[in-house]
């Protein structure tokens, strides 16, 4: 099994002081690639940047991250997958209050 690397993450990274890209840790699970949402959303950044100067560095970083990262093609047959086994986990919310909601329902 595999890891996922969330858009979180790497806009952590970004934000951070020049911290390298650093998935050793993680290498005996194989691949760490991102999801195609997650590369569209670096892309959302890169045009939302303001100003100027910020957009470069950004589309710079961005396309650092999209070549060296595989981006698995999302099929409609892994999409069945995933929605079935999205739907034999728990939902968690978080309420207003802090507290977690459960809801382990059909």
């Known amino acids: 099994m ?3 690397i969330d858009t979180g993450v790497l806009i952590r990274i970004e934000r951070s002081v020049a911290v390298p890209l650093d998935f050793s840790p993680w ?3 194989g691949d760490a690639p991102i999801s195609v949402v997650t590369a569209s959303e670096l892309l959302v950044g890169v045009h939302r940047a303001v100003p100027e ?3 470069i560095r950004r ?3 961005v396309e650092a991250i999209l070549a060296a990262l595989p981006v ?6 892994v999409a069945r997958i995933h929605a079935e086994l999205a739907a034999t986990l728990p939902i ?3 309420r207003r209050d802090g507290r ?3 809801n382990n329902a059909s």
């Not at 698995?72 to 047959?77: A, C, F, K």
């Open 2 to 4: 595999g890891l996922l």
């Open 27 to 29: 290498e005996r699970y």
């Open 53 to 55: 100067s910020r957009r």
């Open 59 to 61: 589309s710079a970083s």
């Open 72 to 77: 698995p093609d999302i099929t409609l047959e």
């Open 92 to 94: 968690c919310l978080r």
């Open 100 to 102: 977690l909601y459960k």
